[in-house]
């Protein structure tokens, strides 16, 4: 079925690191492809999204590539912020129904 | 625009009690979802609703939850008796197109 693995946490950066977060996907056709970001005591809110194949989402300096050959959608930031801490969701829809998240990954960004 | 809404934010009951949780959706979003995320997991889907009809509802365990989506609009999910193991984060979210979700605060449950 359809599902998305993504890297263990938690993740300890310190102010102006780089940041990747990987992303794997199994899914029949042709799903898209979301980042969400929870912080602490909220709920979860879209970061970017990717509706097919080579697309590169964007937002707040996050970025992620929609591979279908690695069948991955991996985030990335160039120099992560205090502000950054949070925890980091990858997800899928293969219709627009359906929505399948992976388990998470914490960021913590230290000054 | 107001956001999704959703109360109460905290509720602590014993096992064996019932407890209902409230989420007023974005207007004019057909899709709604309701979502148990246990502490330390991603969101599980427990039922999506188009308008007022179920389209998915695999996921839930009817024998304890239910939920309604009355004229379409706001929603009430409903656990009865709870068990410890329902303890987590119930989130409500909704969807215009079904592509993009927009998700409320969350309803935090302890059961003791």
């Known amino acids: 079925g359809d599902s998305v693995t993504q890297m263990e946490g938690p993740v300890t950066l310190s102010e102006e690191a780089c940041l990747t977060i990987n992303c794997t996907y199994t899914a029949t056709g042709y799903p898209s492809l979301f980042w969400y970001v929870q912080y602490p005591g909220e709920g979860l809110q879209l970061l970017l999204k990717?509706?097919?194949?080579?697309d590169k989402g964007s937002n707040k300096g996050f970025e992620a590539t929609y591979r279908k050959e690695t069948t991955s959608f991996h985030l990335e930031k160039g120099s992560v912020q205090v502000s950054d801490s949070a925890v980091y969701f990858c997800?899928?829809?293969?219709?627009?129904?359906?929505?399948?998240f992976g388990t998470g990954t914490s960021l913590t960004v230290i000054p | 625009e107001a956001g999704v809404a959703q109360s109460p934010r905290y509720k602590i009951i014993e096992k064996r009690q019932s407890v209902a949780f409230w989420c007023n959706p974005i207007s004019g979003h057909a899709t709604l979802y309701w979502y148990q995320q246990i502490l330390g997991q991603g969101p599980k889907l427990l039922i999506q609703f188009q308008n007022n009809g179920v389209v998915d509802d695999s996921q839930l365990p009817k024998d304890r939850f239910s939920a309604e989506r009355l004229k379409g609009v706001d929603s009430t999910l409903k656990i009865q008796p709870a068990k410890l193991e329902d303890s987590a984060v119930y989130l409500c979210?909704?969807?215009?197109?079904?592509?993009?979700?927009?998700f409320g605060p969350g309803t935090r449950l302890t059961v003791t």
């Open positions: 997800a899928l829809t293969p219709t627009g129904n359906q929505f399948y």
């Open positions: 990717a509706t097919k194949a080579d």
């Open positions: 979210a909704s969807s215009l197109a079904g592509d993009e979700q927009y």
